[in-house]
């Protein structure tokens, strides 16, 4: 069966630590899918799940530290306006969430669908991008450049930070498309695919708070 | 179905004509660990180097040195040691020595190298990202050691960087470039901590063998969890202030700036910001920092001593739990740092309190400590040499704490040299008993062979005694007021009378310091000339005392380890052996 | 094996003795809560010191009855009632430590000083401080950073380094001074500020110490009772010459207070 993994003959008493399937057996655990046991050379599906919610951990204090920063500076009594290009990328990137999520629950069924699902995200994704960057630049037409008040400034560090996190997601997202399926069992491209899909739902929350933080808190 | 040996096999042949062989080296955990404990190695070195030149400036501050001229010579003029060459030291001893011994020593060389052994693990879950946190860690040193050789010299503004005088180039030398290229090393650190968090977190939770439960786990393996743990929430905290401070550098924004400055004569443009942010944000890190620093040793310790004393950990859950509250309870505490910084003077009440509260882990942790020694056979080896002078120096440096946690006696004493003495007593003396103790208590395990008994006592006798005579003279100088980062103190009359002291303080530096050559020297002959080592000399019980010495490239050569045991099955009531390894049923 | 348990003894018995001895460590105290602050330190210091020697002669008496040759040692992994009795007095100790520290911090920080207390301004610099008196109106005049001329240190300058503006009619009478000069037996106010970067403002005899940083004004208030010459000290590193930044506390005699007050007066209008 392409999705279970290959037991260790020399069989151990499960202990019922090893989560999904990978319980201290070694070897053919990951490269079952294709009758042969692969030696351990890519990290346990599981893994991947735990290590993914860990980054959003981390992301989020960073972001909570800048939030504590935006508070402790006052930002949001200084003026800025909302450039309009931010409703364009809103929804690009909440448009995204949503084609991630085809292209996640499209896998199993046909390899084309998820493929254009994911491509289509990317392009949002690409497409957020540039409509942060005019964004910026209509502030800047606006006057409100990064050194204007403390609000313009958080915006440019916020809006910057969070773009640079989801260009890694972008990148990700190439990354599982990319790699066929030859190369990587089923199960491994299923995870990867769910923790790209988490970490850019995760990015797409991220951007609705960062704008009600930023342009809707008075 | 193919067994796990053919496998193996398979795979080795397959990459002996690919030629990964030098990829898989490079991701081998335990080849990350031994290239972290050598950068450690080296940066405590330069890090000891430099606190030699701090005391010979606060002894002797009239006094020319040649020879340091010669390697040094935008730092001293005609001899003398200039206050920005002596600023840029305190600077570095304090970054390098944190970040690039304390934090790495006992987390990332020897977490790395053994977390996996002894939950049972052939590899840590993401070997290639472990290598990449490695490479990461060493070019966040090597920016950090360049700003040292720039124009301007190495920045001046204490490991605390605070703003204004770091946020303003001008406001002195060494914080323009030099500032910038600290930041830069540091943001870089954050990123590679951060990778080595997850790491940890995710092999631990995933990688146990059969019966490791979690409460079976060494206090070690406890140790490095915990600090993983912290350092996935306290890192980016720093990696954000650090990202503000560069945007008011160069970025005219304002965050960290009140407005209204006029440095050298100019005025700095901009205004609003507060310099407390970078406090609050700093020591928010920097407190669960100083845990991340200690937390590992404590773990070391608690094996070392079960092991030589023969005896189970006195009251394990407990030891756990502790860990838990310290770690815990050291995100509430950051407050203590900033009793008298201007913050407001109730908010510094509850920081008071929270503080005095997490002595009582520590403390209970200290009498667990006791309790496992207390009714022991203990083998007086060298790493129990140091361990037992770890609960010797965290006793010393612990207590101090509660003086330094009143409010109003903080008014005293903050920013003196009792404080000084009281950080250095935990982590420049006591994290770092943790270490030699690691060192030599696993030294065989990773080299295979044996460093010598006789030279490991010379240096802990000389070491332990020599901290001792350094750091507490420190405390006597706090109360007299000696203030901190002073190149020296000629100017004010209360402080003459302490003269003797620093030449005093000095000497034993200068002596203690010396002595760690022996270590230098052991080490390096234990590695060309060493006896070979057997598997388990010290008759230990954790699973790394299972595998073969140096353990092979999967450690447990093909089969998991299945665990029946706790950790700490020493003189087991009927048992034959004084000594039951986890492995036995 | 024993030899170690005798030198942690002695050691502890050395810095014990070391902490006894230096009652001339601590710099002479003259204000009126530094008794208070004194014996606060002492009882901290007490506990302390008991805390740690005892724990230390215990380090050392548990080497010392270290079993030997045969002798199993005692198999104990915990004992919960051990446990609890020691967290519990533990934690009894550092909790009242901490709570009786709190009345002192109150009367040093949360109180407002008395109504008659002399407001003082003081202002660090890179490196110098700056102290400034509110002249015969009894109103510090206004400051304005641009105004800020380190060149002119005359007693009767303005805006001179602390950028006093020249328009303010309250500025006319304020008196800068280099040193603190404080009558004894009176509150004092004093409103701490800074031009550049974070310093410390230190008074080893008065036990005071606070952050003086830019973009706040700090009150800290004491009554010195004493007179005679103190020397000020910056305790935040404040850049090349932090360890120069000195001046001179001098509590004089209420008379000689006013004296020297009239003077600068004085001599500020020539």
């Known amino acids: 069966m392409p999705e279970t993994l290959t037991k260790n003959k020399q069989d151990v008493p499960l202990t019922g630590e090893g989560g999904n399937g990978f319980d201290g057996n070694w070897g053919g655990g990951e490269g079952g899918g294709d009758g042969q046991s692969r030696p351990e050379r890519y990290p346990p599906p599981e893994g991947y799940r735990i290590a993914v919610r860990l980054a959003l951990i981390s992301i989020t204090m960073l972001f909570l530290a800048l939030t504590s920063a935006y508070i402790f500076n006052r930002a949001k009594n200084h003026p800025i306006i909302m450039p309009r290009a931010l409703w364009v990328s809103t929804a690009l990137i909440l448009t995204s969430s949503i084609t991630m999520e085809f292209a996640r629950r499209n896998l199993r069924r046909s390899e084309t669908r998820f493929r254009g699902w994911i491509i289509a995200t990317m392009l949002l994704g690409v497409g957020f991008l540039i409509a942060q960057l005019v964004a910026w630049r209509q502030l800047v037409a606006e006057g409100f450049y990064i050194n204007r008040n403390f609000h313009s400034g958080y915006a440019y560090l916020f809006t910057g930070l969070h773009g640079v996190h989801l260009m890694g997601g972008l990148i990700a997202l190439g990354y599982v498309t990319l790699r066929a399926s030859e190369k990587w069992t089923l199960v491994r491209r299923r995870v990867s695919v769910d923790v790209t899909a988490l970490y850019w739902h995760f990015l797409d929350g991220l951007w609705v708070y960062l704008l009600a933080l930023l342009f809707f808190w008075k | ?585 | ?270």
């Open chain 3, 1 to 270: 094996m024993r030899i170690l348990a005798i030198v942690i003894w002695i050691i502890a018995v050395a810095v014990i003795c070391l902490f006894l001895s230096p009652a001339w460590w601590l710099p002479t105290s003259v204000a009126s809560h530094s008794n208070a602050i004194d014996k606060q330190l002492k009882i901290t210091l007490v506990v302390i010191g008991i805390g740690f020697f005892i724990a230390q002669v215990a380090l050392g008496v548990a080497i010392w009855r270290s079993r030997t040759g045969e002798e199993r040692p005692v198999f104990s992994t915990g004992n919960w009632r051990i446990e609890m009795t020691w967290t519990l007095i533990v934690a009894a100790i550092f909790i009242a430590l901490a709570v009786t520290g709190q009345r002192l911090w109150d009367r040093l920080r949360l109180n407002q000083p008395p109504s008659g207390a002399i407001q003082i301004e003081v202002t660090g610099q890179q490196f110098v401080w700056h102290f400034r008196y509110p002249g015969v109106d009894g109103r510090f005049g206004t400051i304005d950073p641009k105004l800020y001329d380190d060149t002119d240190n005359s007693i009767g300058a303005r805006p001179g380094p602390l950028g006093i503006d020249p328009r303010d009619p309250a500025g006319e009478d304020d008196v800068v001074s280099s040193s603190l000069v404080v009558p004894a037996g009176r509150p004092v106010n004093l409103k701490l500020r800074s031009k550049d970067v974070i310093h410390d403002f230190f008074v080893p005899a008065l036990r005071l110490k606070h952050d003086a940083v830019p973009g706040m004004i700090i009150n800290l208030h004491f009554e010195a009772l004493k007179e005679g010459r103190y020397e000020i000290a910056c305790a935040e590193l404040c850049g090349l010459l932090h360890h120069q930044m000195r001046a001179i506390l001098d509590v004089k005699s209420q008379a000689d207070y006013e004296s020297w007050y009239e003077e600068r007066l004085r001599n500020k209008r020539k």
């Open chain 2, 1 to 585: 179905m193919k067994s796990d040996y053919e496998t193996n096999e398979n795979s080795e042949t397959n990459e002996k004509r690919t030629g990964f062989r030098l990829f898989r080296n490079l991701t081998d955990h335990k080849v990350i660990g031994k290239q972290y404990f050598f950068l450690s190695l080296t940066a405590a070195l330069l890090g000891v180097f430099m606190s030699l030149l701090i005391r010979l400036r606060q002894a002797w501050p009239h006094e020319r040195w040649p020879l340091l001229e010669a390697i040094f010579p935008q730092g001293f003029r005609d001899g003398l040691m200039q206050p920005e060459f002596y600023l840029a030291m305190v600077t570095m001893h304090g970054t390098v020595m944190i970040f690039m011994v304390l934090t790495v020593a006992p987390q990332s060389a020897f977490g790395n190298y053994f977390l996996p052994i002894q939950i049972g693990a052939r590899e840590m879950v993401f070997p290639a990202l472990n290598m990449i946190s490695f490479w990461m860690t060493l070019l966040s040193f090597v920016l950090l050691l360049s700003a040292l050789f720039i124009e301007g010299g190495g920045p001046i503004g204490g490991w605390t960087f605070y703003p204004p005088l770091s946020a303003v180039a001008s406001a002195g030398p060494g914080q323009g470039m030099g500032a910038d290229l600290w930041l830069l090393s540091i943001a870089i650190f954050c990123l590679a901590s951060f990778l080595g968090a997850v790491n940890f977190i995710v092999t631990t939770l995933r990688r146990r063998a059969p019966g490791m439960f979690l409460m079976r786990m060494p206090l070690t393996c406890w140790g490095w969890f915990i600090t993983a743990l912290i350092s996935l929430l306290a890192f980016p905290v720093l990696f954000a202030a650090a990202t503000l401070l560069l945007s008011d550098r160069h970025l005219q924004t304002a965050f960290f700036n009140p407005g209204g400055l006029s440095v050298s004569g100019t005025m700095v443009p901009g205004g609003g910001g507060s310099p407390l942010l970078w406090q609050h944000l700093f020591w928010f890190f920097g407190h669960p920092e100083v845990y991340l620093a200690i937390l590992p040793g404590m773990g070391v310790v608690s094996n070392v001593l079960a092991n030589f004393a023969r005896k189970p950990v006195f009251g394990y859950r407990i030891m756990v739990f502790a860990m838990l509250a310290i770690a815990v309870f050291g995100f509430l505490l950051w407050g203590h740092h900033m009793f008298i910084s201007g913050m407001d003077p109730r908010i510094a009440i509850a920081f008071s309190l929270l503080t005095l509260v997490i002595g009582v882990p520590s403390a209970v942790k200290t009498f667990n400590w006791l309790g496992t020694l207390w009714g022991g056979r203990i083998r007086l080896t060298t790493p129990m040499l140091f361990a037992i002078g770890f609960v010797s120096l965290f006793i010393s440096g612990g207590v101090t704490g509660l003086v330094l946690g009143q409010t109003a006696l903080d008014m005293v004493f903050h920013d003196t040299y009792f404080v000084t003495g009281h950080f250095h007593l935990i982590m420049g003396v006591a994290a770092v008993f943790g270490i030699f103790a690691a060192t030599y208590y696993w030294f065989p395990k990773m080299f295979g062979r044996m460093m010598s008994e006789r030279i490991g006592k010379l240096h802990f006798w000389l070491t332990f005694i020599g901290v001792y005579a350094i750091f507490i003279p420190f405390h006597i100088m706090g109360m007299a007021g000696h203030p901190r980062r002073y190149p020296d103190s000629l100017q004010y009359e209360f402080l003459r009378g302490l003269d003797p002291l620093q030449i005093v303080i000095t000497i034993a530096a200068i002596v203690t310091a010396a002595a760690q050559l022996i270590f230098l020297f052991n080490l390096f002959m234990g590695l060309w000339r060493g006896e070979r080592a057997r598997d388990n000399p010290w008759e230990g019980t954790t699973l790394e005392w299972t595998t073969a010495t140096p353990p092979g490239r999967d450690n447990f050569a093909g089969k998991s380890p299945i665990v029946c045991r706790e950790p700490y099955q020493y003189s087991v009531p009927g048992a034959a052996k004084d000594f039951l390894m986890q492995t036995e049923p």
